[in-house]
């Protein structure tokens, strides 16, 4: 009976150490540069933790440690209407983020987007689609959200960096 006592204290005293020494384990910050629009980024560092950070505010507190990305939302705001593009992924340069102790892990996504084409041959035919990918190569979804509607027919300005139209038109087919 009292070597079963000792090793259930050991246990209790192990777990409690182990606690401990996760909890910690120091933590860092997270701060989201998405070219002045406000991006949500939602992370997962393993099955039972994750956190969402968001821009604007300044750097995010998070436990140090390894990321993945889960879910990513960039809104801006145009003539008093929400504007809203997301992306589950792939991720490219976002797929692991390291959070160290005591530093800054500073993120640099979303705007300004390339809109890259893909080009698919089928025999005969030829497939012309494209790709919205983010400043970290991070890709996105082929459509957008108008205040909570997706938006059906899209209209695409290429503008320079000074704001200049280079050309405007929508798409044919949606």
């Known amino acids: 009976m009292k070597k079963r006592d000792i090793w259930i204290s050991a246990a209790i005293i192990g777990a409690a150490v182990l606690l401990l020494c996760l909890h910690s384990r120091g933590g860092g910050r997270i701060e989201i540069d998405a070219g002045g629009a ?28 390894v990321y993945r990305p889960r879910r990513l939302s960039i809104s801006t705001e145009q003539n008093g209407q929400t504007w809203r593009i997301d992306s589950s992924g792939p991720w490219m340069k976002l797929s692991r983020i390291r959070v160290k102790n005591f530093k800054t892990t500073a993120l640099r996504l979303g705007p300004p987007f390339m809109i890259k084409p893909k080009v698919r041959r089928n025999g005969s035919s030829v497939e012309i689609d494209f790709v919205i990918v983010g400043q970290a190569g991070e890709r996105y979804e082929k459509f957008a959200v108008k205040d909570n509607r997706p938006v059906r027919k899209a209209k695409v300005r290429i503008v320079d960096e000074t704001g200049n139209i280079f050309e405007a038109g929508s798409f044919k087919y949606g």
């Open 38 to 65: 406000v991006a949500a980024l939602q992370l997962r560092n393993n099955w039972f933790k994750s956190t969402t950070i968001t821009s604007g505010a300044g750097p995010a507190s998070a436990s140090a440690g």
